[in-house]
């Protein structure tokens, strides 16, 4: 072995090369489909406005749950305590009282449970109007079937609507269209219910400008305008497929105002009326009877609004009943001008 050190070199690893996969040709990704960005001129329908939903917290809600609950319980405890002394004076009259409390709470429990089915009906109604609205509007296959599938589970207890129903399952696998499968549904199940819409929106208008025109008092006016306005709301939803009550009578109502505020309704009514005062039609009549006129159209404008809430397939602009005609049917029922 020699002592001699070796001088330094340079070494050059060569590095093995991975083999490179072979290219894969590029391949076309399916079951992506993409929703047309629609404008708010391009829409065909537009469906009512829903009620605006708060996220915080309710201090009001809270309060109110908590007192309904203490009077509950303690309308319970008095029930019971009621019922116990009932069976310790006679136990005859025990099982009467106790058979009576059960009544009355069979009755609370009935009406409760139509309350919350009246509200869910409701709700069933604003779902079918936004899925109608979307397959109207992008001619969407799954809405459209949503919609459809909605709304004949809607109308399958109505007698009204068994006709309808044989004719739409008929034709309906023939429409592969989402617009047209909406437009079949609606020519069958909805739309000849227009014409009684009218129907009760006229008569209700008449017996508003009749009823202010007779009362006494702006009080009895008030009462009467709010009183004729629920009934009409409650028969439109009765009509549509609604299941009105106390609660959903309300939660409607508030709808129909929401609707006539982002609408421009009550502006339009003013328009209206100032279009026939300057005719010169309501100067013809007495000074009630223009009152009772006045009234009478607005309450066709909320008649025409809860007509928009309740149908669940929302109607074109150029197809929906306006104002004016509504308004020609009260203006004709004015009297004759007088000759001097």
Same mark, same amino acid.
């Given at each position: 072995?020699?002592?001699?050190?070796?001088?330094?070199? +340079?070494?050059?690893?060569?590095?093995?090369?991975?083999?490179?996969?072979? +290219?894969?040709?590029?391949?076309?990704?399916?079951?992506?489909?993409?929703?047309?960005?629609?404008?708010?001129?391009?829409?065909?329908?537009?469906?009512?406005? !829903?009620?605006?939903?708060?996220?915080?917290?309710?201090?009001?809600?809270?309060?109110?749950? &908590?007192?309904? #609950?203490?009077?509950?319980?303690?309308?319970?405890?008095?029930?019971?305590?009621?019922?116990?002394?009932?069976?310790?004076?006679? !136990?005859?009259? %025990?099982?009467?009282?106790?058979?009576?409390? $059960?009544?009355?709470?069979?009755?609370?429990?009935?009406?409760?449970?139509?309350?919350?089915?009246?509200?869910?009906?409701?709700?069933?109604?604003?779902?079918?109007?936004?899925?109608?609205?979307?397959?109207?509007?992008?001619?969407?296959?799954?809405?459209?079937?949503? +919609?459809?599938?909605?709304?004949?589970?809607?109308?399958?207890?109505? $007698?009204?609507? @068994?006709?309808?129903?044989?004719?739409?399952?008929?034709?309906?696998?023939?429409?592969?269209?989402?617009?047209?499968?909406?437009?079949?549904?609606?020519?069958?199940?909805?739309?000849?219910?227009?014409?009684?819409?009218?129907?009760?929106?006229?008569?209700?208008?008449?017996?508003?400008?009749?009823?202010? =025109?007779?009362?006494? =008092?702006?009080?009895?006016?008030?009462?009467?305008?709010? &009183? @004729?306005?629920?009934?009409?709301?409650?028969?439109? +939803? =009765?009509?549509?497929?609604?299941?009105?009550?106390?609660?959903? #009578?309300?939660?409607?109502?508030?709808?129909?105002?929401?609707?006539?505020?982002?609408?421009?309704?009550?502006?339009? $009514?003013?328009?209206?009326? @100032?279009?026939?005062?300057?005719?010169?039609?309501?100067?013809?009549?007495?000074?009630?009877? %223009?009152?009772?006129?006045?009234? %009478?159209?607005?309450?066709?404008?909320?008649?025409?609004?809860?007509?928009?809430?309740?149908? !669940?397939?929302?109607?074109?602009?150029?197809?929906?009943? #306006?104002?004016?005609?509504?308004?020609?049917?009260?203006?004709?029922?004015?009297?004759?001008?007088?000759?001097?």
């Amino acid at each position: 072995m020699s002592d001699k050190p070796r001088n330094p070199q +340079a070494f050059v690893l060569e590095q093995e090369q991975p083999d490179e996969p072979p +290219a894969r040709k590029p391949r076309a990704m399916t079951g992506i489909t993409f929703e047309p960005e629609l404008d708010e001129g391009d829409l065909i329908v537009m469906p009512p406005a !829903p009620l605006a939903r708060s996220r915080r917290f309710h201090w009001g809600t809270l309060l109110i749950g &908590a007192l309904f #609950t203490l009077v509950s319980m303690w309308a319970g405890l008095a029930v019971t305590k009621l019922v116990e002394d009932f069976f310790t004076r006679s !136990p005859a009259l %025990g099982w009467v009282a106790l058979g009576v409390a $059960s009544v009355a709470a069979l009755a609370a429990l009935v009406i409760i449970s139509r309350e919350i089915w009246a509200l869910a009906r409701l709700r069933q109604i604003e779902h079918i109007q936004i899925d109608a609205a979307h397959a109207i509007n992008a001619d969407d296959t799954r809405a459209a079937n949503r +919609a459809v599938e909605n709304l004949k589970s809607l109308y399958a207890s109505r $007698s009204d609507a @068994q006709l309808g129903l044989r004719e739409l399952k008929q034709y309906e696998s023939d429409i592969l269209d989402g617009r047209d499968r909406v437009k079949l549904a609606e020519r069958h199940l909805v739309s000849w219910r227009d014409a009684e819409a009218h129907r009760i929106i006229a008569h209700a208008a008449r017996r508003i400008t009749f009823l202010t =025109t007779v009362a006494p =008092t702006a009080a009895l006016d008030i009462l009467f305008v709010a &009183a @004729q306005n629920l009934r009409m709301m409650r028969e439109l +939803a =009765t009509l549509y497929g609604g299941r009105p009550s106390t609660l959903a #009578t309300l939660r409607l109502a508030r709808m129909v105002l929401s609707h006539l505020a982002l609408t421009g309704g009550i502006a339009l $009514s003013d328009n209206l009326v @100032q279009h026939v005062v300057g005719r010169g039609l309501l100067g013809r009549l007495s000074a009630r009877f %223009g009152e009772g006129t006045v009234n %009478g159209i607005l309450t066709a404008r909320v008649g025409l609004a809860a007509r928009d809430v309740c149908r !669940p397939i929302p109607q074109e602009a150029s197809a929906k009943e #306006t104002l004016g005609s509504l308004m020609k049917e009260l203006v004709s029922s004015a009297p004759p001008e007088k000759e001097e």
